[in-house]
C-alpha cells in the first residue's frame, strides 16, 4: 500500500450504473462489461489512448460504498479528444490516492479478494475516502488473467 497523488485526467470508455449490493447477485453488471469490452474490440474505438493500459473506473457515486456508482472500462487518455458514438469522455479529478496491490492470481479472484481488503481497511481506518473517482489498473502485470497482479486506486479526502 502506498500513496500518491495524481493530476486530473481524461478517461474514455463503455459502462454503466451499477452498486456493490447489485453485484453481489445475478443482476450483477460488471462481468457482462468486461465481455462487452473485449467482444466488441471497445478498446480500438478509444481514441488519443495515453497506452493500452485498461483501466476499469468507479466514479459518480451516490453516497457511499452503499450506494449506486457508474462503472466503465477503458483506457486514460493523452488529453481532451472527442470520442466515438457509444463512447463516454470522463474527467477525473485531482486527487490523493492510497494504492492497494493484489496478490498474483487469477483475476477473477484476486481483484474481490483486495476489494474486500480495502473496504476492511476504510472501515477502521482514520483515512476517508472522497468518491471522486477510483480504479482498477490492468497493466503488462495482468497481461496472464490467471497470475495477473492488479493495483486498484482509492481517492482520499486531502488532509
Known amino acids: ?16 450504473k451499477t452498486s456493490n449490493e447489485k453485484e453481489l447477485t445475478a443482476e450483477g453488471v460488471i ?6 469490452f473485449y467482444q466488441q474490440s471497445i478498446s480500438e474505438m478509444i481514441e488519443n489512448k ?9 466514479s459518480d457515486y451516490e453516497s457511499d460504498v452503499s450506494g ?50 480495502i473496504w476492511n481497511y476504510f472501515s477502521t481506518s482514520i483515512e476517508i475516502r472522497s468518491y471522486s473517482g477510483d480504479f482498477e489498473i490492468y497493466d503488462e502485470r495482468a497481461g496472464n488473467p490467471n497470475e495477473a497482479i492488479v493495483d486498484i486506486y482509492i481517492a482520499i479526502e486531502g488532509r
Do not use: C
Not at 495515453?50 to 468507479?58: G, I
Not at 463516454?88 to 492510497?98: C, D, G, H, Q, S
Open 1 to 16: 500500500m502506498r500513496r500518491v497523488e495524481l493530476d486530473s485526467f481524461y478517461f474514455a470508455g463503455v459502462g454503466t
Open 31 to 36: 462481468p457482462k462489461m468486461w465481455e462487452q
Open 50 to 58: 495515453k497506452d493500452n493500459t485498461v483501466l476499469a473506473l468507479y
Open 68 to 117: 449506486a456508482y457508474f462503472f466503465r472500462i477503458g483506457h486514460q487518455l493523452q488529453s481532451r479528444s472527442d470520442q466515438k458514438e457509444g463512447v463516454v469522455l470522463k474527467e477525473i479529478p485531482a486527487a490523493e490516492y492510497i494504492i492497494f496491490t493484489s496478490k498474483k492470481g487469477p483475476i477473477s479472484e484476486v481483484v474481490p479478494q483486495l476489494w474486500q481488503e
